[in-house]
């Protein structure tokens, strides 16, 4: 079946360090691709979204995002992370009439 | 410009009891959703619509009844709750298209007792 899989729970990383979270699709053709964030109490929020072209694609928040099809993967990263960045992390594919299958999430805490 | 409300953020109802959520968007969104979140399983889509008077299964369906008779509001409805539907309810909307960005209001805490 088709879908996103994200295999970290959760992830702890120092104030300043490198993040990467892990996103593997499974899917036959190329898909539209998303990462989403959900700070505490809040609703989701679009951080970048892939549809073809260039596989390294920007988003807000300093966050970046590569797609790699022969690894099946869309990691999300961020050179260096800040406090407010702790959240949940969602990535998600587009299936069909306008709808996105979400994965499980990646809850991302940020040591002082 | 208040995006997407949902109404109300906090409920607490016994089993078998009824009520209705409420979504509203002033983006004038063709699409509305309406996704629950438990813990460890990400969100899931309930229902949907593409458009005023239309209205759709999603993943996870059973138990819930939706309308979507204005354009801008979306109305979901359990009529017999059950302690399985003890979520967090979030609603969403986005304009047309395959990979329009889904704009999402802030949930709805459902406790069923």
């Known amino acids: 079946a088709q879908s996103v899989t994200q295999p970290d729970i959760h992830i702890t990383v120092s104030e300043g360090a490198s993040l990467e979270l892990r996103c593997n699709y499974s899917?036959?053709?190329?898909?539209?691709l998303f990462w989403y964030v959900q700070s505490p109490g809040q609703g989701l929020q679009l951080l970048l979204k892939y549809f073809s072209g260039d596989t390294l694609v920007q988003g807000i928040k300093g966050f970046e995002a590569e797609f790699k099809r022969s690894q099946s993967s869309f990691n999300l990263r961020k050179p260096s992370v800040h406090w407010s960045d702790a959240a949940e992390y969602f990535c998600?594919?587009?299936?069909?009439?306008?709808?996105?299958?979400f994965g499980s999430g990646t809850r991302l805490s940020i040591r002082p | 410009n208040a995006g997407v409300t949902q109404t109300p953020k906090f409920r607490v109802l016994k089993t078998g009891q009824s009520m209705t959520l409420l979504c509203a968007q002033d983006?004038?969104?063709?699409?509305m959703y309406w996704y629950r979140q438990d813990p460890g399983m990400g969100l899931r889509l309930i229902h949907y619509s593409v458009g005023e008077g239309t209205t759709a299964k999603g993943e996870v369906p059973d138990g819930y009844n939706v309308s979507r008779l204005k354009k801008q509001n979306f109305l979901l409805g359990l009529e017999s709750a059950a302690p399985s539907q003890t979520s967090v309810y979030f609603c969403?909307?986005?304009?047309?298209?395959?990979?329009?960005?889904?704009?999402f209001g802030p949930g709805t805490r459902l406790t069923v007792t």
């Open positions: 969403a909307s986005s304009t047309t298209g395959e990979v329009a960005e889904q704009y």
């Open positions: 983006m004038n969104h063709e699409y």
């Open positions: 899917y036959g053709a190329t898909p539209y």
């Open positions: 998600a594919w587009y299936s069909s009439a306008s709808k996105i299958i």
